[in-house]
């Protein structure tokens, strides 16, 4: 497959080209205006203008010789339609043949007359091949394959670009559907519109702000997403940064700057304390002679601090190392692997698929490529039915620097609303998706009144859905394909639940030895971990810890628990890992939030079985309808901010390109693509 969006290299001369004179026919009623200089295996507009304000009719324009003498000695062409005298187009879209020939003209012909003829137009060969897009240029890793994408487009009307008037619905507020805004305007487009089915903007981003307290009090905890993995130094002191989450520190850049670095809105980033060595740790029920849970350090200096855990009846000690060392192997996450990841997780996911980690899950590659008994495999790597996908979750949480953003992850939504909020509707929940064959419309409905027979409803051009499929699979929906019909339906999600509680003072600060941020686990069914702030060190406030994250089958059981059940649960954890001090301390103030039964979200977030992701991708790069589907969901990875950022440049250069819009969709790559894409 091709590469989407290149540049010419090398400025090639023309004045050897002789141009014929002009053949029968007005020649200047289509002024060509360029470009001039393009680049083979690529995509264009061309624009173009009129000479006759009264043309109208069918054109053809095609690419070939410029002393050709009919459409019929053309190299190829571009493309042909009606031009109606009060709907003229401005700009043409040109698929650039990997063939085409150098120094050719555009000629647009009406039937058999010529109506305009461009000057000679210089097409050059990549110079240099482009690694990272030649090599990874279909849907397995390519990011976004245009050049493909333009060719599959039969109908001739993708031709012609349309007007930037188009009317474009965003559903959902989140970081996606945020991020599709700014990204639409930055191009021109201003007729797009955000609904949103809660009463905020910003999604999955859920810090909350304990006992009515605001974000300058620092009394807050991270209810989704908290952190960014910057960069990771390796043992040789060599520093290699993750590039993936950048386009989260480019978008607050952005923002920074439209809204005047107005210190209300400002998204600012501060170091996240991931390890910390006195947080508590997993010793498998084992306790000190105070009743405490044992820190990190003291299991690093004291092994038999961790109980050992029960075995099954046929436990094989050779076997079980034989088992973990085969999955070790196929994985083999070397150092060259991880680095290499960093740097370019599309071009990572294509070798993760080639490699067949894509075909197995650790459970299925024991029991049916090395033939472990079932009970020695579920021992060994459980039952999870995931690929193993896990290369970017080893990257990330091995880095060595992280960051968060001052005053909570908020601040971005809170960055952003000022640029919305004129454009935005919030607590309308769509039920459905209509699409009008007759009109080309896309129509959202929705209900006030949910006994209500007949929708309320609300037509727009084109819909960009930035709703997870948990949720969409619940609305009315037009017959899309198979494949992204099943996609809806069945990805499968991961349940997550977090517990945050306020405490008098961050008395962790000052227990002996003391805890200074940092995550920690413990072995108490369904505490999973417990993260402490890495903000406002030994301040003198009321403090306040993530006392409980867990996700999968615990966070499941959980979520059924009263929220006293779960909050009291958690902190009698909270006294077990501090002691009494937690007792003492504890104001009574927490925040709960279980991820699937959020009436917004039904889920924590996309974690697709095995075959699900490599299978259902392709079907995100297809327009079904005039409905793009964007989201952390869509992604290559999961369950980070720049996995949701990432499906909304994707999503947004698709319908750019829907709407023949090739110039604005280069800028759109050309802005937030770069450190992958070389132009």
């Known amino acids: 497959m091709k590469s989407l969006f290149t540049a010419s290299s090398a400025v090639l001369s023309l004045a050897s080209i002789a141009v014929a004179g002009l053949i029968s026919g007005r020649s200047d009623i289509i002024h060509f205006k360029g470009p001039f200089m393009v680049t083979s295996d690529s995509v264009h507009n061309v624009h173009i203008g009129y000479g006759d304000e009264s043309f109208e009719g069918d054109v053809q324009v095609v690419y070939g010789a410029c002393d050709m003498t009919g459409s019929h000695e053309r190299h190829h062409e ?123 903007v910003g999604g999955r981003i859920r810090t909350k702000y304990l006992a009515g307290t605001t974000p300058e009090q620092y009394q807050y905890q991270e209810m989704g997403p908290m952190r960014f993995p910057v960069s990771t130094t390796y043992d040789t002191n060599e520093t290699i940064e993750i590039n993936d989450h950048k386009m989260v520190f480019q978008i607050a850049d952005v923002l920074n700057k439209l809204n005047g670095n107005d210190s209300t809105l400002a998204v600012n980033f501060i170091p996240w304390i991931q390890s910390s060595p006195n947080v508590p740790a997993n010793s498998n029920g084992y306790r000190l002679p105070n009743g405490r849970i044992p820190s990190a350090s003291q299991i690093k200096a004291n092994s038999s601090l961790v109980l050992p855990a029960s075995k099954p009846a046929d436990y094989d000690e050779e076997v079980v190392t034989k088992a973990e060392e085969a999955i070790e192997d196929f994985y083999d996450e070397t150092p060259e692997r991880l680095k290499n990841a960093s740097q370019n997780i599309y071009q990572a996911h294509k070798e993760a698929i080639e490699r067949g980690l894509f075909h197995w899950s650790e459970a299925a590659y024991l029991r049916y490529h090395l033939n472990l008994s079932a009970d020695m495999v579920d021992y060994v790597a459980g039952s999870d039915n995931s690929p193993m996908w896990d290369l970017y979750d080893s990257v990330y949480f091995g880095a060595t620097t992280w960051r968060t953003i001052d005053k909570g992850l908020e601040s971005l ?31 959202l409905t929705w209900r006030q009144d949910q006994l209500a027979m007949e929708p309320e409803s609300e037509d727009y051009d084109y819909a960009v859905v930035a709703v997870p499929f948990s949720k969409v699979r619940t609305w009315t929906l037009p017959k899309y394909s198979s494949l992204l019909s099943r996609a809806i339906t069945t990805m499968n999600y991961e349940q997550s639940c977090k517990v945050s509680l306020r405490y008098k003072t961050r008395f962790w600060e000052h227990l002996s030895p003391p805890i200074i941020g940092g995550c920690g686990a413990v072995d108490i069914y369904g505490i999973g971990s417990v993260c402490y702030p890495s903000y406002e060190i030994n301040s003198t406030r009321p403090g306040v810890i993530l006392a409980s994250y867990s996700s999968g089958t615990s966070a499941r059981s959980l979520a059924a628990l009263s929220t006293d059940d779960h909050v009291g649960r958690v902190q009698r954890a909270m006294v077990e890992v501090h002691g009494d001090i937690a007792a003492e301390q504890f104001t009574g103030a927490y925040d709960r939030q279980c991820w699937e039964v959020d009436e917004h979200q039904a889920g924590a977030w996309a974690s697709p079985f095995l075959g699900q992701q490599d299978l259902y991708l392709p079907a995100y790069y297809k ?39 090739v110039d604005e969709a280069k800028q759109v790559v050309d802005e937030w693509m770069g450190r992958w894409i070389s132009l």
């Open 623 to 661: 327009t079904e309808f005039n409905t793009i589907f964007i989201g952390e969901h869509t992604s290559y990875t999961h369950a980070w901010i720049f996995s949701a950022l990432d499906s909304a440049v994707r999503g947004t250069t698709q319908l750019l390109l829907d709407m023949g819009l």
């Open 413 to 443: 939504p809170r960055a952003f609303y000022p640029h919305v909020q004129d454009k935005l509707t919030l607590g309308r929940k769509i039920d459905g998706i209509i699409y009008n064959n007759d009109t080309g419309k896309v129509t």
């Open 78 to 200: 571009i493309g042909s339609t009606f031009f109606r005298r009060d709907a003229r187009p401005t700009r043409l879209v040109w698929i650039v043949p990997e063939e085409a020939i150098h120094g050719g003209c555009l000629h647009a012909y009406s039937g058999s007359g010529l109506i305009g003829r461009s000057a000679p137009i210089a097409i050059s060969k990549n110079l240099r091949k482009r690694e990272d897009m030649s090599q990874i240029s279909d849907w397995t890793g390519p990011w976004f394959d245009g050049v493909a994408y333009m060719q599959s487009k039969t109908n001739n009307a993708s031709f012609v670009a349309v007007e930037k008037s188009k009317e474009i619905a965003i559903i959902g507020g989140g970081m996606s559907g945020l991020l599709t805004s700014h990204l639409l305007t930055s191009v021109g487009i201003n007729d797009w519109h955000i609904t949103e089915s809660s009463q905020r």
